[in-house]
């Protein structure tokens, strides 16, 4: 007849400093009180992530694609009027044809000019996504000829 093997019961339990690990394992119900005790904490134990803001994805192989950041929009609503943004929008597209050089330029054109229809239809995430693609160079313009709303906007967008 084979030997069976030892059995191990492996128990893990916060205890305050005026509690003996003895007594609490008799609280619980235990017959047997442990024999071998290991005091220390537990820092961590596997994968930790910790997020204080939106977040599409996070951790291992996590992936988001085409998502809609509708709690940055929710912080800045108030200080956005997607109107005075649609209008500025389209002084700034007009600007930004003139001055492009790069095809990067062309590419920022083409995502204010969506931001400007998502402004349009009151779509404030969609809007603040598209400035958030066209990035410094349509920022840095909107500052100079003095559209004030899409500066704000594209700068909230930038930061997130």
């Excluded at 235990?30 to 005790?37: A, G, I, K, L």
């Amino acid at each position: 007849m084979p030997r069976e093997a030892p059995r191990a019961r492996i128990i893990i339990i916060e205890v305050n400093e005026a509690d003996s690990v003895a007594d609490v394992v008799r609280e619980l119900g235990f017959s047997e009180v442990p024999r071998n005790y290991f005091y220390g904490g537990v820092n961590n134990m596997g994968d930790q992530y910790n997020a204080n803001g939106q977040v599409g994805a996070m951790g291992p192989n996590a992936q988001a694609h085409n998502a809609t950041f509708a709690q940055v929009w929710a912080s800045q609503s108030g200080s956005i009027d997607l109107p005075a943004l649609a209008s500025e929008l389209e002084l700034l597209r007009a600007a930004m044809r003139r001055e492009a050089i790069t095809p990067d330029h062309d590419l920022a054109v083409g995502y204010v000019a969506q931001a400007q229809v998502e402004a349009e239809g009151g779509n404030g995430p969609g809007a603040l996504e598209f400035l958030k693609k066209a990035g410094q160079w349509a920022l840095g313009l909107a500052k100079q000829i003095g559209v004030h709303v899409a500066a704000l906007a594209i700068s909230h967008a930038i930061a997130t």
